[in-house]
């Protein structure tokens, strides 16, 4: 039975466990107060902003949010990372405002906090888009009576409301047979509305807002970098000597080499590039690979790939990338706004062309904004990255190999090295790997002393080569196909 389903029985019960019907009036009446006290909450834009101190830094968090949907902005400077919920999933927003899916799956829980906190469940068209109420009569809480209501829609879970009689304002909201409280507090008048500035989960701060307005602009979500495509999708070629997808790209009108690397975060450059250009320093990042290290964001470009061009951008700067054979790293910007298809074993990708015909389907969920893959080692299943930046076949991190040294023999080493670092890779075979539906049969395999990595591990570049494949991050999906039958 799915999730619409199993809520729409709850809903049923409740009505008839609360005795909707018997108190059908009462409770429109209660929600004409609340509506007339707090305004149409759920028809405005909303700008809020908090000023916080991170780590001895001033920083900013800047909220917008209209309805349902919300982005939460984490500014140091002009850097801002943050997230975006589009009323059922939730996004990663990287620097460069690339958007991509935490999994996916929806996110009830969220949606229930977002139709309490934007009073939604008020909006006139509530019912009728199949949204539901249950009286739950006056409840005491912490030794004060509250009028409570259960509200909740099909895609959400039921959550049990309590209104202050006093002001007919929201105080706190519960998960209906949960445990989980939110509270709503310190409301001030903002315009036309009344809105709480500070928020507590189970009693600690969750949300504090210093400033909050109404603005007439209209909601828009956070996007990446949008590309201009000149002409039909055509192959590029990728350098036929380096296991990675390398291919020739400018960057502000400079003939360069760039890495096509799914395990990047967003875009990079080396600092012999970002010097060469004159980039100015907007902020600073730490940089995790092999080692770590503090570094410079520049402000680039724009880049021109194939038949592809990218507006200007942050880039973080990598100390030690020229000594690899390119200068810039096209990571999760590359792949956020374009669809992307990958020969690795005929040297060729492709951009802004959807893998017309695929044999194997794998959902992709991310994590830091790199995209991890569900894999069956042997019997053992793990999340691993995909990672094209990584010429290894299969590469464990080293935490998760000492939890289960069983699943390959290791049979040789060899040095290694990467950004911020160098190590050894322990390298043996595994006698089987699924993804999806396909059994990929005996594998190599390795763990690296101070990979640390994404998930518990990466499918690196050489992996890939038995596959053609399409990468879409915008709907979370990687379709395949085989090289073999």
Known sequence: MGFAARTGMLFALLLTELGASRNQNDVVRLLERMSNAAGPVWAAHFVSVSRLTFEGEPAVVLSESEGLRTA?????????????????????????GTTLPESPEPQPYLRSLRLVASLAFLAPSFVTHGGRFGDAGTTTFN????????????????MRVYVDPNTSLVRYAREFGGSDTFEFRDY????????PFEVLHDGQPFERFDDRAAVSSAFHPPHGLLPSLHGAPSPIAIDSKAAEPIVDCTVGGIALRCLIDTGNSGLSMSAELASRLGAPVVGTYQVRGLGGYMTQVVRAGPLRVGNASYPDAYYVVLNDLRRYGYDVVLGADLFGATDVTLDLAAHLVTLGEPLAQHSIDVPISFQHSVPVVRVALGNLDADLAVDTGDESNINLAYDFYAKHSGLFTVTSRRFVSGIGGSSVELIGEIGDVTIGAYHAGPQRIGTTWTLHGTASGHLGAAFWQQFIVGLDYANGEMHLIPRRA
């Open 143 to 158: 030794g004060r009576a509250y009028r409570t209501i259960v509200v909740g829609d099909a895609d959400s879970i039921p």
């Open 188 to 195: 001030r008048r903002v315009g036309a509305f009344t809105l």
């Open 72 to 96: 939460l902005s984490h500014c140091t400077g002009k850097l801002c990372d943050g997230t975006y919920f589009d009323g059922e999933r939730l996004f990663t927003v990287n620097l460069n």
